[in-house]
């Protein structure tokens, strides 16, 4: 079973950063690309940014030069986010493409979200 777990969100005002993190635990083999997306309130659950195991990063337009994406081993993501506005307020989910052993495709897990608030 492949676990994912977030953590770091929070309420912070305008302008603020806040870090989230997540970690990866069970049993596989590796994990391709991990993420994090985003949910705010009504609205479709939203890519905030990727990195791949070779370390090659995507992001949304609305995150770019504000939030950094990055992972220090093969099970553990980290976004760094900076320059807070309100209209990031939402639930951040992590997701990770794993393959479990014996397997040749990966699947894809998700966190249960942790709250973002942006608000003074």
């Known amino acids: 079973q492949v676990q994912v777990v977030e953590s770091g969100g929070g309420l912070v005002q305008p302008g603020g950063s806040l870090t989230l993190s997540c970690a990866a635990s069970?049993?596989?083999?590796?994990?391709?690309?991990m993420g994090w997306y985003r949910q705010a309130p009504g609205k479709e659950r939203e890519l905030v940014a990727t990195i791949t195991s070779g370390g090659s990063t995507n992001y949304a337009d609305s995150v770019k030069g504000r939030f950094t994406i990055a992972r220090d081993n093969t099970k553990q993501t980290y976004l760094q986010m900076n320059s807070l506005k309100p209209e990031d307020t939402a639930v951040y989910y992590c997701?990770?493409?794993?393959?479990?052993?014996?397997?040749?495709?990966?699947?894809?897990?998700w966190g249960q979200g942790t709250q973002v608030t942006v608000s003074s």
């Open positions: 997701n990770i493409n794993a393959r479990k052993w014996g397997s040749l495709k990966f699947d894809a897990y």
């Open positions: 069970g049993s596989f083999a590796s994990i391709n690309v």
